[in-house]
C-alpha cells in the first residue's frame, strides 16, 4: 500500500464498503459521543468521516488530535446506517473504522479557526493565509479561478487562437496608473518597470505575422485597491488579431466569456445576445462606460422641458453652449424623504444639489406633481417630462444640469444608489 494513501478523503463510496482503505489529510473537526470518536478528516477533494471505539489499538493517540493536526489512518469502510447518512457530502454513505493512526504534523491552538466560515481581521487571515485558504470557501474560491483560467484557455485554443507569454521587467509603457520600478543591477540609477499591460509586446507580435495571440497576462499598477481588484496586480484575458474589424473581435469574445460564464455561473441563464452599448450612449444613459445593466435606469436628456421655463437656474444653464437637463427616472421613489436624501447626496458629492420632482395622487383622485422643481415649471412641462419618462404615481425623476462633464460623474453613482435602495436591481 502506499505510504500515505489508497484513497482521497473526497473519493470513497458505498461502493467500497468492506474494503481497507488508508487516508491522509487534516482533522477538520473531533465530536467525542460517549467514547466514541468521530474524526472528520479533510483534503483537497473533500472530507471523509472517521471512527474510532476504544476497542481500536490507535484510540489513545486518535484522544489526542486536535483540528488541524495532519494525520494518516488505516481503515475498514463502513456503510453508514440510514439514519446517520450525510447527503451533503460526496463520502456521506460511508464511515471509516479507524484501525491504525499516525501523526504526520500536530498543530498548536490555532490564531483562527478553519472550520465555519467566522470573520476574522484581515491581518490576522493575512498573517496565516495558510490556513486561511484551507477554509472552504476561500479554497474553492482558489479553485475557482483555477478553473475559469483553464476554461478560457481551451476556449481560446479551440478558436485557432495561440497562447504566448511577454517579458515581466521591460521599460515603461504608462497605461493610466504608476509603474511599479525595478532598480537595475547592470545600469545602476536606471529602473525597469512591471507592465501595467503587454500592450507593447502584443503589438510586437503581431506585426511579427502572428495572426491570433492571447495570454491570461498579469497587470501590475501602483494603484489603490478596489473591490474588484488587488491593489497590486490582477490578471486578464488579453488577445490580438490580424485583419479584423471591431465586429469580429465583438463576436470572437462573446462566447468566450459567455460559456465561461453558463460554465460557472451556478445555473444562471446567460444573455448570449450582449447589447452593443457606444461610448455615447453609455455615458448618456449610464453616467458610466461599464454600467451595471442589472439596474434598468436609464437618464434621459430633458433640456427642451426646462428651456424659457419658471424654474431659473436650469433656464439660464441652457442659454450656454454645451448644456443641457438630464433626468434619473426612480420608479417608486416617490416620497419626499427619499427625494431629500438624495438631494443631500448630491450636495455631498460638490455639486449644488440634485432638483426632483414626484408624482402622487391628490384628493380629488388625479395625479399631481410635487417638488419645488414642478411649482416652477407647472403641469404642462411637469406632465411632458413624466410622459418621457414613463412615470406614474408613486415615482419620482432626478435632475442634473450643466455640461455633462461636470455632473456626469455624479449622475451616475446616484443611478446606482437609487436602483439599490429601491430595490429596483436584479442582485
Excluded at 499516525?102 to 495558510?130: Q, S
Excluded at 494603484?223 to 484575458?237: G, K, V
Excluded at 448570449?272 to 457606444?278: K, T
Excluded at 426646462?306 to 427616472?329: C, W
Aim: glycine share 10%.
Amino acid at each position: 500500500m502506499h505510504p500515505y494513501r489508497s484513497h482521497t478523503c473526497g473519493d470513497l463510496r458505498a461502493t467500497h464498503v468492506g474494503e481497507t482503505t488508508r487516508l491522509s489529510g487534516w482533522v477538520h473537526r473531533v465530536r467525542d459521543h460517549g467514547g466514541l470518536l468521530f474524526i472528520d478528516l479533510r483534503d483537497h477533494y473533500g472530507v471523509t468521516q472517521c471512527v474510532i471505539d476504544p476497542d481500536s489499538k490507535a484510540f489513545k493517540l486518535a484522544e489526542t488530535v486536535r483540528s488541524e493536526w495532519c494525520i494518516r489512518i488505516d481503515g475498514d469502510v463502513k456503510k453508514r446506517t440510514d439514519e446517520t447518512i450525510n447527503p451533503d457530502i460526496g463520502t456521506g454513505e460511508v464511515e471509516i473504522f479507524i484501525r491504525d493512526m499516525e501523526v504526520l504534523g500536530a498543530a498548536k491552538e490555532l490564531p483562527l479557526p478553519v472550520f465555519g466560515d467566522l470573520d476574522y481581521p484581515e491581518e490576522v487571515r493575512l498573517k496565516y493565509r495558510y490556513l486561511d485558504l484551507r477554509r472552504e470557501k476561500l479554497h474553492n474560491n482558489i479553485m475557482l479561478r483555477s478553473n475559469v483560467v483553464a476554461d478560457l484557455r481551451q476556449r481560446m485554443w479551440g478558436i485557432g487562437f495561440n497562447e504566448f507569454q511577454t517579458p515581466i521587467i521591460t521599460a515603461s509603457s504608462p497605461e493610466g496608473a504608476r509603474d511599479f520600478l525595478v532598480p537595475s543591477r547592470l545600469h545602476p540609477g536606471k529602473f525597469y518597470a512591471l507592465p501595467q499591460a503587454p500592450q507593447q509586446f502584443k503589438q510586437l507580435i503581431m506585426v511579427s505575422g502572428f495572426d491570433k495571440y492571447f495570454q491570461i497576462a498579469p497587470c501590475f499598477r501602483d494603484e489603490d485597491p478596489r473591490a474588484d481588484r488587488s491593489p497590486t496586480d490582477f490578471y486578464q484575458l488579453d488577445l490580438e488579431m490580424s485583419y479584423v474589424t471591431q465586429q469580429d473581435v465583438f463576436d470572437t469574445i462573446e462566447p468566450v466569456l459567455a460559456g465561461c460564464f453558463e460554465k460557472f455561473g451556478g445555473g444562471r441563464p446567460v444573455n448570449r445576445n450582449w447589447p452593443q452599448i457606444s461610448y455615447k450612449d453609455a455615458a448618456l444613459w449610464y453616467g458610466s462606460d461599464k454600467p451595471d445593466l442589472r439596474n434598468p435606469i436609464k437618464m434621459q436628456v430633458v433640456s427642451e422641458h426646462f428651456k424659457d421655463s419658471g424654474f431659473a437656474i436650469f433656464a439660464n444653464l441652457l442659454k450656454q453652449e454645451g448644456t443641457e437637463v438630464r433626468a434619473i427616472p426612480a420608479p417608486t421613489g416617490g416620497s419626499r424623504k427619499f427625494c431629500d436624501r438624495m438631494n443631500k447626496f448630491a450636495q455631498g458629492e460638490g455639486l449644488p444639489g440634485m432638483g426632483y420632482i414626484f408624482w402622487r395622487k391628490a384628493e380629488d383622485g388625479s395625479m399631481e406633481a410635487a417638488g419645488p422643481l414642478a411649482k416652477n415649471i407647472g403641469p404642462e412641462r411637469t406632465e411632458a417630462i413624466r410622459q418621457q419618462l414613463g412615470l406614474e404615481v408613486g415615482d419620482a425623476a432626478f435632475f442634473l444640469g450643466g455640461k455633462p462633464k461636470a455632473f456626469q460623474t455624479v449622475a451616475g453613482k446616484a443611478r446606482v444608489i437609487i436602483g439599490e435602495e429601491l430595490g429596483l436591481t436584479d442582485l
